[in-house]
Structures are given as structure tokens and as C-alpha cells.
């Protein structure tokens, strides 16, 4: 009798089993081994990606970074998520989603199975849809078509409901599976299943063999059977019963198959501190065993019978079974189409739930710190942050020994692991100490009137002047890679413009960042604001890092090209002010002295080639070619052993030409470089605009009319006349230091240094002043008046 329940053919696995199984596969007339469903699984239009998975059961994983260490993952999907808003039949766009995550997920070689509600709901659409369609016809005539809109539907007995949805619901996870190649298989259970001994011992090997062939299990609570549920109003016409059952369900079923993790989804982004909607509601990155006291449970969701309460019971209990636990939003639009598979890859998504808590503050709590540390060094006086930065500039050169220490730790961790031109910005030296010490000195002297200074004063009407001033921008995201130095420097910038500052450097640099951040700190406590400057040592990716844009003003990147793009891309909602590229160009006119230029082209691309300012392209007029000036560049370029790519122009004079260069929009970063040819200035100039990043470029000319005219046309954040690319910098343009360089045309561009840092707020001061006053018929008129600014303290 049992086996005739299994469609594909599969023998009974006990002659005992209960729980009711149905199985459907690709192709329901054949009979398929499970050797059959491996290659089918070979061929599938999703991936096949073979990922190592293997971990002993026992302990749930600590961070969220081992996630993608799971092989046996549960996915619970809740009412709220298969049902649609209207609560009557299913969400099929979410539902196709989700099965195309699981079957991406399950052909990487995991084993899936589904938890899932959704049988009342889709029984409620199909039996309504029945009674209307079983009401007379001369009813309908006679009723009119506004009272037929208005017919009572009568309430509808749950359990009916779900005999009537069950069927339809797994036709529905079959056809969808089957568009993957991928067979699912349906077991119902209810609680007696898990209490009888036997019963339980007959699930879970069914459950083991489906997934010993490569099949996905969906279970669901035998809504048709239990027992009638208590009366509730959420689902009008509808007792929704056994949902409640399927949190605890979820969490049994994971602890009973040993499975590393439970995805719960919801309609809510995870779990909240305070109800999701009021005012104060923050959502918790990762909870704790222990932190129910510091968590106040709203009302649940708009069907089901369980609430946020019951999928934190149900979780804590899996995760003391060693299964970790993920609570994420499973319904919103933007991030449901890729919820299961980005907390699967570590992302933070929704609410992880961890027995291991860290030894310091989570990043949010840094962030907060972080603000009211910087709102705390936004009201101290100019001089006291002069004082905390000259003081930072002191512990640079007295902590020398310990810093270096720290700093050859790193080094000889990367050996071998990064190349010679990262493993030189990894370095520290006593000279780049001390440089950075008088760096620091430049930030401090001109940071005076940085905060608060007036920028215009307005006299709007009598006894009613408008100012605006400087104000810092906030909290300061900076991202850098394998430069220890930009810790200090950031640092003492975000100091001197008032903003609190978080910082996530690379892991290479770790011991060099841990000294310099307590040295930040030391300096900061001189005036109380310690917590004004943090450093990220959590395991946040940094796209993690670019979500969090409640506590995040603007972020800064510094570092490669591809980590710029990465962050830019990631952002979501927070400004990021960088370059992706430093694609620079310098143009040799025909007009050029041969003194200037070999000199220039050597400091612009062999000085430091890794650097974003570095020469990349070398635009020659072309009545330069086989000119004594055009083969001395050569020469020089050949004895710094640079190589050489040619661009097409340049190519078609040459008879034997260097290697052709594959594209004009190159960033070597590197000994090489582009030589192409142009026809005069302009040529230049339009090759720059198209080729270009907006960064640096320059001419070398004698002729000043060519100068300016190259000046004033180029649009990129820094131009130059005779001058190598190398100067665009902070430190060269006598800011100080910089955050970084922007390309961006909005607020600051170029190397950006304390200004850049800075916004404006506008400060009215009036005697009970009010609009009405300014009518047609009013007494007061409006004067607007330009009011001397106070003097900027140069000195």
C-alpha cells in the first residue's frame, strides 16, 4: 500500500513508515536510480559547482564567515512568506525564487530541505473560488452584480482548507523544482511523528535516504489531521492552524538531522531590539543565548500563528542542538531573490544567532561610539584638537621601536604572499615616521578655524542674520589596504575636521594598525573623546561594512582600483568619494624643451609606478617621431626597464612595433606604459577626455599660450604645466596629508585634505521673527544684505 504513494518508482524504505511521502521527479514514467539523478544533476541549467563540505556535527559555527562551510541546510519558509498580501493563494514570484536558490544551493553538492507553510492559504483560494462558483445562477442573475461582489463567503474549517491546498502546493514545488532538474519529495508529519519512538526513528530515515539520492525533502505539518486550532482573527475566514508548530518544527527537524543550518524566513528583516516600526527599533546583527531580557516582542506577523517569540525559542533551541540559525526578511522584493544564497556566502543578512560572543564592541556599537565621539570632538576648542594631533605627531617618533616591531611582524607574515610593490607600501621606516610626524604638525597648524568657520554672513531683515559654517560631515567610513600610514594621517584629518572615524585596514597591516589605533586613542583621551576614532578588527566584509548607512556618512577607499569599484558598487545609499581608476596622461608637445621631458616622464612613471598618480599613457605630437627628443625618451624608458605598449596611431609609424596595446583605458601600475601619437593639443585633449579617469594630467610645453589653452580644457581634477603627475598629492599640495584623491565633481575634488572633510550648516538668529511679518501687507520687508565674513586665521 505504501508504495504506491511513490510516483518514481522508489521502494519503500521501512515497511513501517508513517509520515506520508510523495516523491516526484523529473520524469514521473520512468524509474530513476540515484545514479540516474547524479547525472542528471551533471547537466542541469544551474551550476554545477563543487564546493568542499564537510564538518563534524556537534557545534554550530561561530561566525558568520564559516556559513558557507554548511552542507545540510534547512530552509524554513513562514506563512508570510509563500502567501500573498492579500492572504488568500501563494506568492509564485517569491516561491520561484526561492526554489532557484535552493537548487543553485543543492547543486553546489549541499543537502537542502524545505520546511514550508503555505496549504491553508492555498486551500482558502481554491475552496472560495468553488463556493462561488457552486452558487446558483439565478441567484447571481437576481442578485445583481454589486451584491454578487458583496456575497458572504462562509468561514472556512482550516483543516479543510489545507486537505484542500496540500496537493496543489507540492504540484507547484514540482514543477518549479523539475525546471532545475532537481526531484523533491513531500513529507507531512505532525507532532506524534516526533514523540513515538518508532515513528521518529522511521522519519528520520526516510529523511536520510531522500537525501543519500539527491532528493530535497519538504515537510510540513499534516494541517488536515491535528487537532483544531483556537479561534484566530488574523486570516479572515480561516483558523490558520499549525503554523505556529512549524518554527519548532524547523528547529527539530535541523537538531534531528544534524543539519549546520536553519534559514527562517519571514516578513521582517531579522530580529529587532523593540518592535520593528517604532521609533528606537534596531536590528541585531548577531544574538546571543541570554539576550532575551534586552528584546521586547511585538505582535506577530500578519498570518501565521507564530511570532518573532517562537522563532527565537524554536532558534535557541537548535542552536544549543549545534545548528546555527539565520532569521531573515524572505519577502522583500530587493534582497529575496538572493536572501538564501547571500547568508549561505556569509553576507550579513538578517539576525545570525551565535554562541560565541566577541571580545570587543560589535561594529554597530562602534559606530555609535564613533559618532558620539565625534560630536564630542566637534564642541572642543581649535587648540585642543591641535593639541591632541601635535600629540599624536610625538607618540610617532617616541614610540618608534615599538612601532617598527610591530610593523616587521607584518612583514614577515607577508613574505612571500604579496608582491614587492605592496609589500613596499606595507613598510614602515624611521624617515616615513618622522615624515608623517611633520605631516601631522601641518594638519594641526592649519586646523585653527577649521570647525565653525563663517563662510557668509546675511542680514535678512533688521535683528535677523542668517551665517553659514563649517561643520564636520560625521562618521567617516575609511577603507585601506596594506598602508599602515594612512592610519595616522586619516586619523589626525578626521581629529582636525571634528568627524568621528571608523577604520578597516587589511589584515596584512594588522599589527602595525593595532599600535598606531592605540596611539590614536592616547592622544585622543588627552581631552576625553578616545572613543571618537575606531578600528574595525570584527569579521565584516566590507560589503557588510557598506550597508550600514544609518551609521555611515561617507566612505572613503583607499587603495586599488578594483577595491574602489567594489565599494562603490556595494554602497548602498552612502556617498563614496574616490577614484576607481588613475588612468594619467602626459602630452609632449612639439614645442617641449628635450631637458624637461626625459626628466619628467622618468619621476612621472619610474618615481613610484604603483601610484595612483603615476604616469600611464605618453601622448607625442607626431611631428616628434625620429626626433633626437622622441629617441631619447626611448632610451631612458629602456634603461628603467620599461615596457612599452603601442598604441594603434603609434603602431602604423613603426615598422616593428612594441606589443600593441589591448585597450587605451589601462591602469598599469606597473613599469609599463602607453606611447601613442596625437596631432596637436586638442587631439590630446580629446584623447584625454575619452581615454582618461579625470585624475591627472599634463603638458610639456614652452609655448604658454598651448600651456593655458591645455590648462583650461582639460577637465580633470588636477592639470599641470610642466610638472610631473607625481605632485598630485595632499601632502605635496601642502594640506597636510589626504584622505585619498577624488574624481568625483561633487563637494570635493582632487586631493582632498581638511576641507574636504567639511560640510555647512546655516545658523538664523532673530527677535521673534515670523514669515507672516514679510507679506504683501506685513510691517517688516526683507533687506538681504551681505555682511563682512570674519577673517580666516592664516597663520
Same mark, same amino acid.
Given at each position: 500500500?505504501?508504495?504506491?504513494?511513490?510516483?518514481?518508482?522508489?521502494?519503500?524504505?521501512?515497511?513501517?513508515?508513517?509520515?506520508?511521502?510523495?516523491?516526484?521527479?523529473?520524469?514521473?514514467?520512468?524509474?530513476?536510480?540515484?545514479?540516474?539523478?547524479?547525472?542528471?544533476?551533471?547537466?542541469?541549467?544551474?551550476?554545477?559547482?563543487?564546493?568542499?563540505?564537510?564538518?563534524?556535527?556537534?557545534?554550530?559555527?561561530?561566525?558568520?564567515?564559516?556559513?558557507?562551510?554548511?552542507?545540510?541546510?534547512?530552509?524554513?519558509?513562514?506563512?508570510?512568506?509563500?502567501?500573498?498580501?492579500?492572504?488568500?493563494?501563494?506568492?509564485?514570484?517569491?516561491?520561484?525564487?526561492?526554489?532557484?536558490?535552493?537548487?543553485?544551493?543543492?547543486?553546489?553538492?549541499?543537502?537542502?530541505?524545505?520546511?514550508?507553510?503555505?496549504?491553508?492559504?492555498?486551500?482558502?483560494?481554491?475552496?472560495?473560488?468553488?463556493?462561488?462558483?457552486?452558487?446558483?445562477?439565478?441567484?447571481?442573475?437576481?442578485?445583481?452584480?454589486?451584491?454578487?461582489?458583496?456575497?458572504?463567503?462562509?468561514?472556512?474549517?482550516?483543516?479543510?482548507?489545507?486537505?484542500?491546498?496540500?496537493?496543489?502546493?507540492?504540484?507547484?514545488?514540482?514543477?518549479?523544482?523539475?525546471?532545475?532538474?532537481?526531484?523533491?519529495?513531500?513529507?507531512?508529519?505532525?507532532?506524534?511523528?516526533?514523540?513515538?519512538?518508532?515513528?521518529?526513528?522511521?522519519?528520520?530515515?526516510?529523511?536520510?535516504?531522500?537525501?543519500?539520492?539527491?532528493?530535497?525533502?519538504?515537510?510540513?505539518?499534516?494541517?488536515?489531521?491535528?487537532?483544531?486550532?483556537?479561534?484566530?482573527?488574523?486570516?479572515?475566514?480561516?483558523?490558520?492552524?499549525?503554523?505556529?508548530?512549524?518554527?519548532? *518544527?524547523?528547529?527539530?527537524?535541523?537538531?534531528?538531522?544534524?543539519?549546520?543550518?536553519?534559514?527562517?524566513?519571514?516578513?521582517?528583516?531579522?530580529?529587532?531590539?523593540?518592535?520593528?516600526?517604532?521609533?528606537?527599533?534596531?536590528?541585531?546583527?548577531?544574538?546571543?543565548?541570554?539576550?532575551?531580557?534586552?528584546?521586547?516582542?511585538?505582535?506577530?506577523?500578519?498570518?501565521?500563528?507564530?511570532?518573532?517569540?517562537?522563532?527565537?525559542?524554536?532558534?535557541?533551541?537548535?542552536?544549543?542542538?549545534?545548528?546555527?540559525?539565520?532569521?531573515?526578511?524572505?519577502?522583500?522584493?530587493?534582497?529575496?531573490?538572493?536572501?538564501?544564497?547571500?547568508?549561505?556566502?556569509?553576507?550579513?543578512?538578517?539576525?545570525?544567532?551565535?554562541?560565541?560572543?566577541?571580545?570587543?564592541?560589535?561594529?554597530?556599537?562602534?559606530?555609535?561610539?564613533?559618532?558620539?565621539?565625534?560630536?564630542? $570632538?566637534?564642541?572642543?576648542?581649535?587648540?585642543?584638537?591641535?593639541?591632541?594631533?601635535?600629540?599624536?605627531?610625538?607618540?610617532?617618533?617616541?614610540?618608534?621601536?615599538?612601532?617598527?616591531?610591530?610593523?616587521?611582524?607584518?612583514?614577515?607574515?607577508?613574505?612571500?604572499?604579496?608582491?614587492?610593490?605592496? *609589500?613596499?607600501?606595507?613598510?614602515?621606516?624611521?624617515?616615513?615616521?618622522?615624515?608623517?610626524?611633520?605631516?601631522?604638525?601641518?594638519?594641526?597648524?592649519?586646523?585653527?578655524?577649521?570647525?565653525?568657520?563663517?563662510?557668509?554672513?546675511?542680514?535678512?531683515?533688521?535683528?535677523?542674520? $542668517?551665517?553659514?559654517?563649517?561643520?564636520?560631515?560625521?562618521?567617516?567610513?575609511?577603507?585601506?589596504?596594506?598602508?599602515?600610514?594612512?592610519?595616522?594621517?586619516?586619523?589626525?584629518?578626521?581629529?582636525?575636521?571634528?568627524?568621528?572615524?571608523?577604520?578597516?585596514?587589511?589584515?596584512?597591516?594588522?599589527?602595525?594598525?593595532?599600535?598606531?589605533?592605540?596611539?590614536?586613542?592616547?592622544?585622543?583621551?588627552?581631552?576625553?573623546?578616545?572613543?571618537?576614532?575606531?578600528?574595525?578588527?570584527?569579521?565584516?566584509?566590507?560589503?557588510?561594512?557598506?550597508?550600514?548607512?544609518?551609521?555611515?556618512?561617507?566612505?572613503?577607499?583607499?587603495?586599488?582600483?578594483?577595491?574602489?569599484?567594489?565599494?562603490?558598487?556595494?554602497?548602498?545609499?552612502?556617498?563614496?568619494?574616490?577614484?576607481?581608476?588613475?588612468?594619467?596622461?602626459?602630452?609632449?608637445?612639439?614645442?617641449?624643451?628635450?631637458?624637461?621631458?626625459?626628466?619628467?616622464?622618468?619621476?612621472?612613471?619610474?618615481?613610484?609606478?604603483?601610484?595612483?598618480?603615476?604616469?600611464?599613457?605618453?601622448?607625442?605630437?607626431?611631428?616628434?617621431?625620429?626626433?633626437?627628443?622622441?629617441?631619447?625618451?626611448?632610451?631612458?624608458?629602456?634603461?628603467?626597464?620599461?615596457?612599452?605598449?603601442?598604441?594603434?596611431?603609434?603602431?602604423?609609424? *613603426?615598422?616593428?612595433?612594441?606589443?600593441?596595446?589591448?585597450?587605451?583605458?589601462?591602469?598599469?601600475?606597473?613599469?609599463? $606604459?602607453?606611447?601613442?601619437?596625437?596631432?596637436?593639443?586638442?587631439?590630446?585633449?580629446?584623447?584625454?577626455?575619452?581615454?582618461?579617469?579625470?585624475?591627472?594630467?599634463?603638458?610639456?610645453?614652452?609655448?604658454?599660450?598651448?600651456?593655458?589653452?591645455?590648462?583650461?580644457?582639460?577637465?580633470?581634477?588636477?592639470?599641470?604645466?610642466?610638472?610631473?603627475?607625481?605632485?598630485?598629492?595632499?601632502?605635496?599640495?601642502?594640506?597636510?596629508?589626504?584622505?585619498?584623491?577624488?574624481?568625483?565633481?561633487?563637494?570635493?575634488?582632487?586631493?582632498?585634505?581638511?576641507?574636504?572633510?567639511?560640510?555647512?550648516?546655516?545658523?538664523?538668529?532673530?527677535?521673534?521673527?515670523?514669515?507672516?511679518?514679510?507679506?504683501?501687507?506685513?510691517?517688516?520687508?526683507?533687506?538681504?544684505?551681505?555682511?563682512?565674513?570674519?577673517?580666516?586665521?592664516?597663520?
Amino acid at each position: 500500500m505504501l508504495s504506491q504513494v511513490y510516483r518514481c518508482g522508489f521502494q519503500p524504505f521501512n515497511q513501517h513508515l508513517l509520515p506520508w511521502v510523495q516523491c516526484t521527479a523529473v520524469s514521473r514514467s520512468h524509474r530513476i536510480q540515484p545514479s540516474v539523478i547524479r547525472h542528471v544533476r551533471s547537466w542541469s541549467n544551474i551550476p554545477f559547482i563543487t564546493v568542499p563540505l564537510s564538518r563534524a556535527h556537534g557545534k554550530s559555527f561561530a561566525h558568520r564567515s564559516e556559513l558557507k562551510h554548511a552542507k545540510r541546510i534547512v530552509v524554513k519558509l513562514g506563512s508570510a512568506v509563500v502567501t500573498r498580501g492579500d492572504e488568500c493563494g501563494l506568492a509564485l514570484g517569491r516561491l520561484a525564487s526561492i526554489v532557484e536558490q535552493v537548487s543553485v544551493l543543492q547543486n553546489q553538492g549541499r543537502e537542502m530541505m524545505l520546511v514550508t507553510s503555505g496549504a491553508v492559504a492555498f486551500g482558502k483560494q481554491r475552496l472560495r473560488h468553488e463556493i462561488l462558483l457552486s452558487q446558483s445562477v439565478r441567484q447571481a442573475l437576481h442578485s445583481g452584480q454589486n451584491q454578487l461582489k458583496e456575497m458572504a463567503i462562509p468561514v472556512l474549517e482550516a483543516r479543510a482548507c489545507a486537505a484542500a491546498g496540500q496537493s496543489g502546493l507540492m504540484a507547484l514545488y514540482e514543477a518549479m523544482f523539475t525546471q532545475y532538474s532537481i526531484c523533491a519529495a513531500q513529507i507531512l508529519v505532525t507532532n506524534l511523528d516526533f514523540h513515538d519512538e518508532q515513528k521518529r526513528r522511521n522519519l528520520n530515515g526516510t529523511l536520510h535516504e531522500l537525501l543519500r539520492m539527491n532528493i530535497v525533502p519538504i515537510v510540513n505539518t499534516n494541517d488536515a489531521v491535528v487537532p483544531p486550532a483556537e479561534p484566530n482573527s488574523d486570516l479572515q475566514g480561516v483558523n490558520v492552524i499549525s503554523v505556529k508548530d512549524n518554527d519548532s *518544527l524547523a528547529a527539530r527537524l535541523a537538531v534531528e538531522m544534524k543539519t549546520d543550518l536553519l534559514i527562517v524566513l519571514s516578513d521582517v528583516e531579522g530580529l529587532f531590539d523593540s518592535p520593528p516600526g517604532s521609533d528606537d527599533a534596531k536590528l541585531i546583527d548577531i544574538f546571543y543565548p541570554g539576550d532575551q531580557q534586552s528584546v521586547t516582542f511585538g505582535t506577530k506577523s500578519r498570518v501565521g500563528m507564530g511570532g518573532m517569540e517562537a522563532k527565537v525559542k524554536a532558534a535557541l533551541w537548535a542552536l544549543q542542538g549545534g545548528t546555527s540559525v539565520v532569521i531573515a526578511n524572505g519577502t522583500h522584493p530587493k534582497v529575496s531573490g538572493h536572501v538564501i544564497t547571500d547568508i549561505v556566502e556569509g553576507k550579513k543578512v538578517g539576525t545570525f544567532f551565535s554562541e560565541v560572543k566577541p571580545a570587543g564592541p560589535t561594529v554597530e556599537q562602534q559606530g555609535e561610539m564613533a559618532r558620539s565621539g565625534g560630536r564630542m $570632538l566637534a564642541t572642543l576648542e581649535p587648540e585642543q584638537r591641535a593639541e591632541i594631533i601635535h600629540h599624536l605627531a610625538d607618540l610617532l617618533t617616541d614610540q618608534r621601536d615599538e612601532i617598527l616591531l610591530a610593523n616587521k611582524k607584518d612583514l614577515e607574515e607577508a613574505e612571500g604572499r604579496l608582491a614587492a610593490p605592496l *609589500l613596499k607600501r606595507l613598510s614602515l621606516s624611521t624617515s616615513k615616521l618622522n615624515s608623517l610626524a611633520i605631516g601631522l604638525r601641518q594638519i594641526a597648524a592649519s586646523s585653527q578655524d577649521s570647525v565653525g568657520r563663517v563662510l557668509r554672513r546675511t542680514r535678512i531683515a533688521k535683528n535677523l542674520e $542668517l551665517e553659514q559654517v563649517t561643520v564636520p560631515i560625521g562618521v567617516l567610513l575609511v577603507i585601506f589596504e596594506s598602508r599602515p600610514d594612512c592610519l595616522p594621517q586619516v586619523a589626525a584629518l578626521a581629529i582636525a575636521s571634528g568627524n568621528g572615524l571608523l577604520l578597516k585596514g587589511g589584515k596584512e597591516a594588522a599589527h602595525s594598525n593595532r599600535i598606531l589605533h592605540l596611539l590614536t586613542q592616547e592622544a585622543l583621551s588627552i581631552h576625553g573623546v578616545k572613543e571618537a576614532v575606531q578600528l574595525v578588527n570584527t569579521r565584516e566584509e566590507v560589503e557588510d561594512l557598506c550597508r550600514l548607512d544609518k551609521m555611515i556618512d561617507l566612505i572613503i577607499p583607499r587603495g586599488s582600483s578594483q577595491l574602489v569599484r567594489d565599494i562603490q558598487k556595494a554602497a548602498k545609499g552612502i556617498p563614496v568619494m574616490g577614484h576607481s581608476e588613475g588612468i594619467c596622461h602626459m602630452y609632449v608637445d612639439s614645442e617641449a624643451s628635450v631637458d624637461k621631458v626625459t626628466r619628467l616622464v622618468r619621476d612621472s612613471k619610474c618615481e613610484y609606478p604603483a601610484a595612483c598618480n603615476a604616469l600611464e599613457t605618453l601622448l607625442i605630437h607626431r611631428d616628434l617621431l625620429r626626433t633626437p627628443l622622441f629617441d631619447q625618451i626611448i632610451d631612458m624608458l629602456r634603461v628603467e626597464q620599461v615596457k612599452i605598449h603601442a598604441g594603434p596611431k603609434f603602431a602604423s609609424y *613603426l615598422t616593428f612595433s612594441p606589443s600593441e596595446v589591448k585597450s587605451l583605458r589601462t591602469e598599469y601600475g606597473d613599469l609599463e $606604459l602607453c606611447i601613442e601619437v596625437v596631432d596637436n593639443v586638442q587631439d590630446a585633449i580629446d584623447h584625454i577626455h575619452k581615454y582618461g579617469s579625470s585624475h591627472t594630467d599634463v603638458i610639456v610645453t614652452e609655448n604658454e599660450n598651448t600651456a593655458e589653452f591645455f590648462l583650461q580644457h582639460v577637465d580633470s581634477a588636477c592639470v599641470f604645466w610642466n610638472a610631473s603627475t607625481r605632485f598630485s598629492d595632499g601632502y605635496r599640495f601642502g594640506l597636510g596629508a589626504e584622505v585619498g584623491i577624488s574624481t568625483s565633481r561633487i563637494h570635493a575634488r582632487g586631493p582632498v585634505g581638511l576641507e574636504g572633510l567639511l560640510t555647512t550648516k546655516w545658523l538664523l538668529r532673530g527677535k521673534d521673527h515670523v514669515v507672516s511679518d514679510f507679506s504683501e501687507h506685513g510691517s517688516l520687508k526683507y533687506l538681504h544684505e551681505n555682511l563682512p565674513v570674519p577673517q580666516r586665521n592664516t597663520n
